[in-house]
């Protein structure tokens, strides 16, 4: 029996469309499978011991701690200068701009001599300049740590996403800085390392003949990767990031902590003056003898040259009150400046506005220690042995202080990944640090963090 051809053609276009159905249909169970599988890897139970988590870019935990040993081998064996030979000869182009806010050390771009490293992200195992070796949990090298390292590793690959697709022309020609104690500095450390691939100059200078605390195996001594108190960065854009607990004269660290400053800010307030502080200079490129090694590595806390930079409205101002013994001293001196700024009618004086950076409070994290809360006691610096730090961290109490002195003052920045940080002792550095994180890690959400908020809030300005 024989149909019309159009009702051939119209089986045939059934069967096409049918088909068709199907395999969209596998295609989409294949995309939600596979966001299923994402997502429980990334919301994995923070409870789960360290060594349980899986690492797939290693096919076994034998090949992985391999090849942090190895890695770390090569690390240590390589001298600052052979450092910055090997940065002669990266593939990237130095193109470094001019800091038109420095009178004194506008920069060149030094005829690429001198290029900066490549650094994949997230940043691992001092790749990055900035890193310090104490908080780089893959550099120590031993099972415990690298396992760790791994976890912490993978929380930073949400900021590297957020970084990689970040709009930076609301912040060209501002200056950050950062105004705190060591958390702050990781903060810092974390969004040079997470922008590199923007970063036309830095100036680090490193502990040269300072102790450094070494509870960690595998710490750097002095020089590179060691430890710094005071750092400058310039990115694309004519931005700078820019670290000291020292500028502003608001804080008080104790003895241990070193600074040059001798401008406040609650007297330039008082007297109507600009706000400045003392930084490190970057380097003249145009007396830099080109067979030389890489000036940058050669800078430290001995041989640093400073300027005095002012800081406008255009400007930003990140600060954190520590938590050393200086704590409420230093709280009293924030509060005292912002009633300086209401008692002054600054917000009423366009001329005085125009002298007053933007400021935001970074909320203090909590701590992990082997307590019933996680706070700190005294008496484990007596403790022989390292510690293990506690998952889950109850202590509240210097987030809740801040608030309560500061909230009428100032916007906070950190409230929304205070819950996973309670959640995730295990991201600390570890040994007998239950309060620093591991880097990459924690402080790269955090640095994400600062940089959505402040650009949303100069956005809608």
């Known amino acids: 029996m024989l149909f019309p051809l159009r009702w051939y053609l119209f089986f045939l276009l059934l069967l096409a469309t049918t088909f068709l159905i199907l395999s969209l249909r596998e295609i989409d169970s294949r995309f939600e499978?596979?966001?299923?599988?994402?997502?429980?890897?990334?919301?994995?139970?923070?409870r789960s011991p360290p060594e349980l988590r899986k690492n797939k870019k290693y096919s076994s935990q034998q090949d992985h701690e391999a090849e942090s040993v190895d890695s770390n081998k090569r690390i240590r064996n390589e001298s600052p200068e052979s450092h910055?030979?090997?940065?002669?000869?990266?593939?990237?182009?130095d193109t470094v701009s001019a800091n038109s806010s420095s009178s004194s050390s506008t920069t060149t771009s030094a005829n690429n001599r001198f290029a900066l490293?490549?650094?994949?992200?997230?940043?691992?195992?001092l790749e990055c300049p900035l890193e310090m070796s104490?908080?780089?949990?893959i550099h120590m090298a031993t099972p415990e740590y690298t396992n760790r390292a791994w976890a912490a590793r993978d929380f930073a690959n949400n900021a590297v996403s957020f970084f990689a697709q970040q709009d930076w022309s609301d912040m060209e020609t501002r200056k950050i800085v950062f105004v705190g104690d060591s958390l702050?500095?990781?903060?810092?450390?974390?969004?040079?390392?997470?922008?590199?691939?923007?970063?036309?100059?830095?100036?680090?200078?490193?502990?040269?003949?300072?102790?450094?605390?070494?509870?960690?195996?595998?710490?750097?001594?002095?020089?590179?990767h060691s430890k710094f108190e005071e750092g400058r960065v310039l990115l694309r854009g004519n931005i700078e990031l820019i670290y000291h607990h020292g500028i502003g004269g608001l804080l008080e660290l104790g003895e241990e902590y070193h600074t040059e400053e001798t401008e406040t800010w609650i007297k330039a307030c008082f007297l109507g003056k600009p706000f400045t502080g003392l930084v490190p200079k970057f380097i003249d490129w145009a007396n830099v003898d080109a067979k030389g090694g890489d000036p940058?590595?050669?800078?430290?806390?001995?041989?640093?040259?400073?300027?005095?930079?002012?800081?406008?409205?255009?400007d930003i101002v990140l600060i954190n009150a520590s938590v050393h013994g200086g704590r409420k001293f230093n709280l009293q001196n924030i509060q005292e400046l912002m009633e300086c700024r209401k008692t002054r009618g600054v917000d009423q004086n366009r001329k005085l506005k125009q002298q007053w950076p933007d400021f935001y409070y970074i909320l203090t994290g909590p701590s992990h220690f082997p307590t019933k809360t996680g706070a700190f006691d005294k008496r484990l610096l007596d403790a022989?042995?390292?510690?293990?730090?506690?998952?889950q961290s109850t202590y509240q109490d210097l987030q809740v202080e801040e608030k309560n002195k500061l909230n009428k003052y100032l916007p906070f920045i950190g409230s929304d990944i205070f819950k996973l940080q309670l959640d995730s002792g295990h991201l600390h550095v570890?040994?007998?640090?239950?309060?620093?994180?591991?880097?990459?890690?924690?402080p790269d959400l955090l640095a994400a963090d600062v940089l959505r908020y402040v650009t949303a809030r100069i956005s809608h300005r």
């Not at 022989?384 to 998952?391: A, G, N, R, Y």
């Not at 570890?430 to 924690?442: A, S």
């Open 134 to 137: 104490m908080f780089s949990g």
């Open 430 to 442: 570890g040994g007998k640090d239950c309060l620093h994180w591991m880097q990459p890690g924690i």
């Open 117 to 125: 490293p490549k650094v994949d992200q997230p940043y691992w195992n």
């Open 384 to 391: 022989e042995k390292d510690f293990e730090c506690i998952q």
């Open 33 to 46: 499978n596979d966001i299923s599988r994402y997502v429980k890897d990334r919301t994995e139970d923070l």
């Open 296 to 314: 940058r590595m050669l800078i430290n806390t001995d041989n640093v040259e400073r300027e005095r930079l002012s800081f406008g409205s255009e």
């Open 184 to 224: 702050l500095r990781q903060v810092f450390i974390s969004m040079a390392c997470l922008a590199w691939d923007r970063v036309d100059d830095y100036t680090i200078p490193w502990f040269q003949n300072r102790q450094v605390r070494q509870h960690q195996p595998n710490t750097v001594g002095k020089g590179p």
């Open 84 to 93: 910055s030979n090997a940065w002669q000869t990266s593939d990237r182009e």
